[in-house]
């Protein structure tokens, strides 16, 4: 079993940053990737960026690329999502995941994180 506890987040005005970061701990060996995503009211979760052990597979929605940057730290085992020139349909529950290989569907969350863009 896998443990993800996030950190970050909050409420900024459009144009600004914010830091997402996400430990795991537990089984942390059988974890192959880890990513982010986000839900909005009303909407449906979706990928914002992930990236694989090794760091040679890593995606990004197109409505984030330019703007974030996701990066894992295998020997702490966190990973962190530094968002810059955010926007106010940035706003979004975030959820740090991660899973094991050959799989694909996500199948550890975090707790989620709130964060508010204001216009």
């Not at 996400?22 to 974890?31: K, M």
């Not at 052990?53 to 330019?66: E, F, I, M």
Request: proline content about 2%; overall charge positive.
């Amino acid at each position: 079993q896998v443990h993800l506890v996030q950190s970050g987040g909050g409420l900024v005005q459009a144009g600004g940053s914010l830091r997402l970061s996400c430990a795991a701990s537990g089984r942390t060996v059988s974890i192959y990737a880890m990513g982010w995503f986000r839900q909005a009211p009303g909407k449906d979760r979706e990928l914002v960026s992930s990236t694989n052990w090794s760091g040679d597979n890593t995606v990004y929605a197109d409505s984030v690329k330019g703007r974030f940057t996701i990066s894992r730290d295998n020997a702490e085992n966190t990973v962190t999502l530094q968002m810059n020139s955010l926007k106010p349909e940035d706003t979004a529950v975030y959820y740090c995941a991660a899973k094991r290989r050959g799989l694909i569907q996500f199948e550890y969350w975090g707790q989620g994180t709130q964060v508010i863009v204001s216009s």
